[in-house]
């Protein structure tokens, strides 16, 4: 009986290490960035592990900012025109989406709309402009 007990409680302390390993280590295959446009060329997106920032390229130009806890910044007009860097920039079909970090982004024909997995708070970007969400 004590030798029964025994390789229980081992087992029970090696499943537990496996699952607190499992629990702590970095997905694998995680994306830590992403740059990609609307099917229609219309957005370009670019997101990192600490923010998302979509733009809008033909005027009226709009742009939205995410950061890590949710908050949208929003600018409208010319002033938000701009680049969103030189990587390769795909394109994110409509209907997908794409998981970076705490952010994902969801392409539709409606428009673009990027929001914190946990909380759902972010942006919802068209030709109308921008509209916060969650």
């Known amino acids: ?33 992403a740059e990609f446009f609307s099917p229609s060329g219309n957005i370009a997106c670019e997101m990192e592990t600490t923010f998302v920032i979509c733009l809008l390229m033909n005027p009226p130009f709009h ?3 995410l950061n890590r806890r949710g908050h949208t910044a929003i600018c409208n007009g010319l002033k938000c025109s701009g680049d969103l860097g030189e990587g390769k920039h795909g394109t994110l079909r409509y209907g997908h989406s794409i998981t970076v970090g705490r952010f994902r982004c969801t392409s539709r024909s409606t428009g673009m709309t990027c929001k914190v997995v946990k909380t759902g708070k972010g942006f919802r970007l068209n030709r109308t402009g921008v509209k916060r969400v969650g």
Do not use: H, Y
């Open 1 to 33: 009986m004590r030798r029964t007990g025994s390789i229980r409680l081992a087992l029970a302390v090696t499943t537990g290490a496996l699952v607190l390993g499992v629990a702590t280590a970095p997905a694998q295959g995680a994306r830590t960035s």
């Open 63 to 65: 742009k939205a900012t």
